[in-house]
């Protein structure tokens, strides 16, 4: 619970009891509902330590004796995420990378918060548990407390959503640049740049698939008689309908997606490595031990990127990523006269301006004017 004010007129004052402008409030530490105590301070500090006393061996030894009276838990954070999680997230219908997104977070809160009673929290100690975040962290943390208070709330576990009362930050601007062909190439080209990363940045920029999807693609997705491959989206595996895709492969994304089914090393991934140590915890981590977890494609490609000093003329925080591959290929479809439809499917989006977002940027925007006829008679 956020501590009260130091102040002289504070030090005395039993747990739970709060001044509220002439007279008191006390905190059930239980349920988190404020009662008014319009008496003097000493009449309230007895009061306050009455109910402390009272609510004391029904709240020790993790809530047992709660549990034998009621047949309830002792409503801890632990508990509300749990619940959360089991009632209302399973749901959802989330993307498996959105969910373990989530579900990262509620461990979070498990290990940071879980041995508070949901009444124990109030706006200030949210509010201070938010400030350790970053701008753009706060943000994602926030909302998710938002949505389990929320659910709190509905529940009848607490009297108000708390968290929904702290600040509201706007997300910083991304400022990662655009990626360039020749920016690309060079990394592509670099002798410093492995096999395996060089076929990965291939494959993006020909298939316009996402990261997760690229390191997860299987080589029986292939029929190179048919001369298609096949792949869905796993962004959009929790959408009502789904996206499954069977790409025709044009010339350079069916020379790469060959050179991948040419590896020597045996992998049922089209990207793979050799690793060159095999430890026992980092292959339990895997699905097979040639795969690429996302992770590492994106660590692996930003040391590649600045090994072949592709853009050192741009600051170290803001240059292009394995992510903003989709988004210059996207561009380079466009600018090949690609319909808008052709490129909209490949990406699996639903909806063209997400399309149109990921290829503006690429090219300085100057004045567009719009021819128009002007023929009124008078």
């Known amino acids: ?91 959802r219908g989330y993307a498996a990378r959105t969910l373990a997104e989530i579900q990262f977070k509620l461990e979070r809160y498990r290990q940071d918060l879980g041995d508070q009673l949901i009444g124990q929290l109030d706006v200030l100690a949210v509010a201070e548990y938010l400030d350790g975040f970053s701008n753009n962290a706060y943000t994602k943390h926030r909302g998710l407390l938002v949505q389990i208070f929320a659910f709190a709330v509905a529940k009848g576990l607490a009297e108000r959503n708390v968290a929904e009362l702290t600040l ?43 990261r997760d999807d690229i390191v997860s693609w299987l080589k ?21 309908n789904p996206i499954h895709l069977q790409i025709k492969m044009g010339k350079a994304l069916r020379e790469v997606v060959s050179e991948c089914l040419r590896s020597p090393v045996a992998s049922p991934y089209l990207i793979h490595y050799r690793p060159k140590a095999r430890k026992r915890e980092q292959i339990a981590a895997k699905d097979h ?31 292009p990523t394995f992510h903003e591959i989709r988004a210059l290929g996207a561009w380079l479809y466009e600018q090949q006269n690609f319909p808008q439809e052709y490129i909209q499917a490949l990406m699996g989006h639903a909806d063209a301006k997400m399309t149109k977002h990921y290829q503006d940027g690429h090219t300085a925007k100057g004045i567009e004017y719009l021819e128009v006829g002007a023929d009124l008679a008078f």
């Open 289 to 319: 031990w040639t795969s690429v977890t996302p992770n590492y494609l994106s660590n692996e490609f930003s040391k590649a990127r600045d090994a072949a000093h592709a853009y050192d003329h741009i600051p170290a925080t803001e240059r």
């Open 168 to 210: 509201i930050k706007k997300e910083a601007e991304k400022k990662r640049q655009r990626h360039t062909l020749a920016g690309l190439m060079t990394i592509v080209d670099a002798d410093t740049t492995p096999i395996w990363l060089k076929r990965a940045i291939r494959l993006a920029l020909a298939s316009l698939q996402r």
């Open 1 to 91: 619970m956020a501590s009260r004010p130091r102040t002289i007129k504070n030090r005395k004052l039993p747990p739970n009891l709060y001044p509220n402008g002439k007279y008191w409030r006390y905190r059930n530490p239980i349920t988190g509902l404020m009662t008014s105590i319009n008496r003097p301070l000493e009449e309230a500090i007895k009061l306050a330590r009455a109910a402390n006393a009272k609510l004391a061996p029904v709240m020790a030894g993790d809530g047992e004796l709660l549990m034998i009276l009621t047949g309830d838990r002792l409503p801890t954070i632990r508990n509300l995420v749990e619940r959360f999680e089991a009632e209302w997230l399973k749901d």
């Open 220 to 240: 029986s997705s292939v029929d190179l008689e048919n001369n298609t491959i096949k792949v869905s989206p796993g962004k959009t595996q929790g959408y009502d």
